[in-house]
């Protein structure tokens, strides 16, 4: 069974459809790639699975749930957390507070005390420069320390998948390969399922995994990253020659 | 994202402030003022034929809110900055108008602390309305001068400050205004063609407004400040000119509701003619100039149904009449239930038109 | 000299929990709550029993003051929820000016209420009249009152910082007032902390009900308006959706005031709220974005 499934999923924007007719869905413990260019759609895709922005029309299933236009706190509760673009850290807060406030909503379990204390050693582990700088503002801390500490955030929240728009945005080349590191460490570890979006597909063909190729609002290309990753046919699919 | 699709709409305003491309869009538009002014027409004849006395004031009230709320929409509207201080404006305008028209020998025991030829002058209403307006406008730009650097809700406590400032310097300068106390003798003018040239003036004043190429270009920043500052627009520039026009019409409607009640306090001009003619813009619409002067023919029509209500309306045999203080409370919820199924106001950022016939 | 200082003290201390009250609700929903006067006249009122005779009849009031002060507190908390769930929790999406003339409409409703109820001439009432004796410290004579308006009021402030450091809840309303939607996709339910902003900010009307009903006497149903105006302001130049900032406005608003009526000519002195808007309006001109810049709050242009 999928762990997530979108079937016919568009998205508007008053005037403006930012994604049409999308359907896709992904197995436990998967890695995929949604690429391509600025505006073709991925952003909004996450944001819509998230519940952020509104589904003009589609259903999205969540580990055998519908979730279509859901309350963002109801889906993060299915185990979904997302990574937006931009990182979106709490700034005026502290690190280790940025890091506690996803567990907030397992508060009512039993033991969820222990259970986030042991979370936090363990993205701690995972992140040890996050942990001396716990009591930190998260606001001042550079591109990639963000980057590590939005995804131990979400990791915070004992997902079963974990969406990651533009992990690389901002960072200096060697920065994005550490956070792929963790990313793919993590993954072993856990048994995650991991949706990333990216512009470019030269990390997915890196990788490795299944890649998702998307342009105007639609998916053009669905197969393994490594080949896919073959020059032309991407290319063509990228910039949309065609030749007929 | 979606500055690639409003490039378009921007790029259309900016081609239409050309020369030859102004004058089609004045004509593609000039019907909305036509329209809102003979629905006012309407209203005002229909007064007029019943010769009824309350009716009368009534009426005259609602002109003069159309004017108030049509200055607020040439600020409100085209820049998106939500303004509390226009109605300071009106105050001025009410005072100078007082300044000018009443009798010299009430004025002098009255009003000591005003200069001597002020004193001495008396003129004809209207002149003074139009001089009241000047005086708002120039105000307006002292004031705006300073303000309109301020952008959002900075800008909107600012415009406030300025109210009470005028205010508390109004309520205690007691040689010139007469303090809290009111200032009687304003020749009342009980005819209703005055209040209704000002508010088929007022209307034009804010369509001639929205085409001329500020109000465009300050509509323009309204709605892609970004784009529109890269395209060359001084938003602080634009939305001065919106202002001072704002302050005088504002200033012209303090004259003549001064001129319809014949007393002045500062507390008229206070908190809440801010926010009775706030909520007519808001409801009807505060993007549309057709949604400012719907709002307030609804709304004073609304006020004036739950009045008749609160008096008793016979119902057979019996009198139905609601308790006290019911007509605002049911105001205040038909005003939310209003704004929570249209948000963005009745008219939203439309205006009244004729249906198009023929296109292109 | 100290007669000054408590007087700015105590009159900062009403103008900072009225700015409070109105950050807390900003933060979370981005909405200028100008029905917050009318719930701090709501709390005065609901010590009266309904009627519109000139002379008050004590209802609550009576009770002795550790049952009163709770009942007031939860008078401001349970209507300002009520207004949430009824009104407010519909205009989530609306725009700030059409959320703002909402409020207002609703303040309006609650006034006119409260008119049918109490007609609108002031009441007299006397609430905890032991307060109202002077006391002596370092050789200054000061209303007790005064001194358990600051004391209460620093109270009220050092609880709720540590309400909204320690507690779980008061880190999910801080991340929630920075980054609503960041806060929802980690499972911060939206309703409960908007729900629970509106309960603050209630109960601080409630406070400043108490606070106020006992230094002046009197309940009107105008009593909030005043306060609000300067509260409203003080929220802004304090940067909007900073509670430490509306605080320290607050109490900067209320020495601006208290200094002036000393310092201005005497013929200038009946035109202090005018010196002291004009204040105002420079902050803003030299710091739009307020004294303490909210993050998360950054307007475009």
Not at chain 1, 125 to 134: D, G, N, S, Y
Not at chain 2, 72 to 98: E, M
Request: hydrophobic share 55%.
């Amino acid at each position: 069974m999928s762990l997530l499934a979108l079937s016919d999923i568009t998205i508007r924007y008053s005037r403006l459809t930012a994604v049409r007719d999308v359907s896709f869905s992904m197995a436990e413990g998967e890695i995929l790639f949604i690429t391509g260019p600025n505006g073709a759609g991925k952003s909004s895709l996450l944001r819509a699975i998230a519940g952020v922005t509104p589904v003009a029309g589609g259903r999205i299933d969540l580990a055998g749930q519908e979730i279509t236009s859901q309350a963002p706190e109801n889906i993060a509760r299915l185990g979904f957390s997302m990574v937006p673009e931009g990182r979106e850290v709490f700034g005026s807060l502290t690190i280790e507070e940025n890091l506690l406030i996803g567990t907030g909503m397992h508060a009512n379990n039993r033991g969820w005390r222990t259970r986030a204390a042991s979370e936090l050693e363990a993205v701690y582990a995972t992140f040890p420069m996050l942990k001396e700088r716990r009591n930190g503002q998260a606001g001042l801390l550079s591109g990639g320390q963000q980057q590590m500490l939005v995804i131990g955030r979400a990791l915070m929240t004992n997902p079963k998948l974990i969406a990651i728009d533009e992990p690389s945005l901002g960072l200096a080349p060697n920065i994005t390969d550490q956070v792929y590191e963790r990313l793919i460490v993590l993954r072993a570890q856990r048994g995650l399922t991991l949706l990333i979006v990216e512009q470019s597909s030269a990390r997915a063909m890196m990788v490795g995994g299944r890649m998702i190729l998307m342009r105007g609002g639609q998916i053009v290309l669905d197969g393994d990253a490594r080949t896919l990753g073959n020059g032309e046919a991407i290319q063509a699919a990228y910039f949309g020659y065609e030749d007929h | 994202m979606s500055a690639v699709v409003s490039e378009t709409p921007l790029a259309g305003v900016v081609k239409a402030a050309k020369k030859p491309a102004r004058f089609s869009l004045a004509r593609r538009t000039i019907i909305t003022p036509i329209l809102l002014s003979l629905l006012l027409i309407a209203i005002t004849l229909i007064t007029v034929m019943t010769g009824s006395r309350p009716f009368n004031q009534t009426v005259i009230d609602v002109l003069v809110r159309v004017i108030f709320v049509v200055g607020l929409y040439i600020f409100i509207g085209n820049s998106g900055v939500l303004s509390f201080g226009h109605v300071g404006f009106a105050c001025l305008g009410a005072y100078a108008t007082a300044w000018l028209t009443i009798n010299p020998i009430m004025k002098s025991s009255a009003l000591p602390g005003l200069p001597e030829w002020l004193l001495q002058t008396r003129l004809p209403y209207w002149e003074a309305a139009v001089l009241a307006a000047l005086f708002a406008g120039v105000a307006a730009l002292i004031f705006g001068r300073v303000l309109m650097r301020l952008s959002g809700i900075a800008a909107s406590i600012a415009t406030f400050a300025v109210l009470a400032m005028i205010n508390t310097i109004y309520s205690n300068w007691d040689s010139v205004t007469g303090g809290t106390s009111s200032v009687v003798g304003i020749p009342i003018i009980r005819t209703i063609w005055p209040y209704l040239i000002g508010a088929v003036v007022a209307i034009f004043i804010a369509w001639a407004h929205a085409i001329s190429r500020s109000g465009l270009a300050l509509r323009a920043a309204r709605d892609e400040p970004i784009a529109a500052s890269a395209s060359g627009v001084d938003i602080p520039k634009e939305r001065l000119v919106a202002f001072v026009v704002s302050g005088a019409v504002m200033g012209l409607g303090g004259a003549l509701m001064a001129h319809s009640i014949g007393v002045v306090t500062p507390d008229t001009f206070y908190l809440s003619l801010t926010f009775t003619t706030l909520s007519m813009l808001v409801v009807g619409g505060m993007g549309s100039l057709s949604g400012g002067v719907i709002g307030v023919v609804l709304l004073s029509a609304l006020i004036q149904a739950l009045r008749w209500l609160e008096a008793g309306v016979p119902i057979g045999e019996s009198t139905f009449a609601m308790p006290k203080g019911l007509q605002e409370i049911a105001l205040g919820i038909i005003m939310i239930v209003i704004l929570a199924l249209r948000p963005s106001g009745l008219m939203g950022n439309r205006e009244v038109t004729l249906p198009r016939r023929n296109r292109g | 000299m100290l007669q000054i200082l408590f007087d700015a003290l105590s009159l900062g201390s009403l103008y900072a929990l009225g700015a409070l009250g109105i950050a807390l609700i900003f933060g979370v929903m981005r909405l200028v709550n100008f029905a917050h006067g009318d719930v701090i006249a709501f709390c005065v009122f609901a010590l009266l029993w309904p009627s519109t005779d000139a002379m008050a009849i004590v209802f609550a009031g009576q009770l002795p003051w550790y049952l009163l002060v709770p009942f007031v507190l939860l008078c401001g908390a349970g209507l300002s929820v009520l207004c949430e769930i009824v009104v407010f929790r519909r205009f989530r999406k609306a725009n700030p000016a059409t959320m703002m003339i909402t409020s207002f409409a609703l303040g309006f409703v609650i006034r006119y209420f409260l008119l049918m109820l109490y007609s609108s001439r002031p009441k007299s009432i006397s609430l905890l009249p032991t307060l109202s004796q002077p006391v002596e410290i370092f050789g200054a004579r000061l209303p007790l009152l005064q001194l358990i308006t600051i004391i209460a009021t620093m109270a009220i402030l050092i609880g709720l910082t540590l309400f909204l450091r320690q507690t779980r809840f008061g880190l999910e309303m801080r991340a929630a007032a920075e980054n609503f939607s960041m806060a929802r996709m980690l499972g911060v339910r939206a309703n409960r902390v908007i729900m629970g902003a509106f309960a603050l900010s209630g109960a601080l009307a409630g406070a400043i009900a108490l606070i106020f009903g006992s230094q002046t006497g009197t309940a009107d149903i105008q009593m909030g308006a005043s306060i609000m105006l300067m509260a409203f302001i003080a929220t802004v130049i304090g940067g909007l959706g900073s509670l430490g900032g509306a605080v320290l406005a607050g109490f900067l608003l209320g020495a601006a005031s208290v200094v002036m009526q000393v310092m201005l000519p005497v013929d200038a002195r009946p035109f202090r709220d005018a010196f002291v808007y004009g204040a105002v309006i420079l902050v803003l001109l030299f710091r739009p974005q307020g004294l303490i810049a909210a993050r998360g709050t950054k307007e475009r242009v």
